[in-house]
């Protein structure tokens, strides 16, 4: 029960440093106060990136949260924004009243989803499992032996072959 306490104080009021665990990745360290979280942003609406700034000019009237952002430029893989409350010295204009999303920043999902946090970042992400981990434990939920794939089949005998002189891959 406390661990589900933690976890639901966790998502309304996010530490900003330190570990959180999350799904796949546990996130670590500290906000450098680099402010490239805030600039240089693609922003993603459903499980698209917002392509074009007539898109966004729709989505800001129906989105409060859009509203916080500014369009840059376009490029291949879509529209550009940064914090509209970004200040030269890289600090948040709002921050106290910052919103939740920039609370949590950065959450796995900024990986799921395709992004990387920049160099001069503080925070880190190392995975939960390493692959050869989440291979085994699909193995053992399906039941099968180690080495042996979902398409193995072993061969039936043809008609003019004897069940002893049939050849089992594996």
Request: proline share 7%; net charge neutral.
């Amino acid at each position: 029960m406390i661990k589900f306490v933690n976890k639901l104080r966790d998502y309304f009021d996010p530490p900003q440093s330190g570990t959180i665990e999350g799904e796949y990745y546990i996130r670590t360290g500290e906000c450098h106060g680099c402010g490239q979280c805030c600039s240089g942003i693609h922003l993603i609406h459903g499980d698209k990136v917002i392509d074009s700034i007539e898109k966004w000019n729709k989505l800001k009237t129906r989105f409060e949260d859009y509203n916080y952002f500014i369009p840059v430029e376009e490029n291949h893989l879509g529209v550009v924004f940064k914090c509209r409350n970004l200040q030269p010295d890289n600090s948040c204009g709002i921050y106290d009243d910052r919103p939740m999303f920039c609370k949590k920043y950065p959450t796995e999902d900024t990986l799921l989803f395709g992004g990387a946090l920049s160099p001069q970042c503080g925070y880190s992400f190392k995975a939960k499992f390493q692959f050869d981990d989440i291979l085994k434990k699909a193995a053992e939920k399906k039941h099968l032996k180690p080495g042996k794939l979902l398409n193995d089949v072993v061969p039936k005998p043809t008609p003019n072959e004897s069940p002893d002189k049939t050849t089992i891959a594996g």
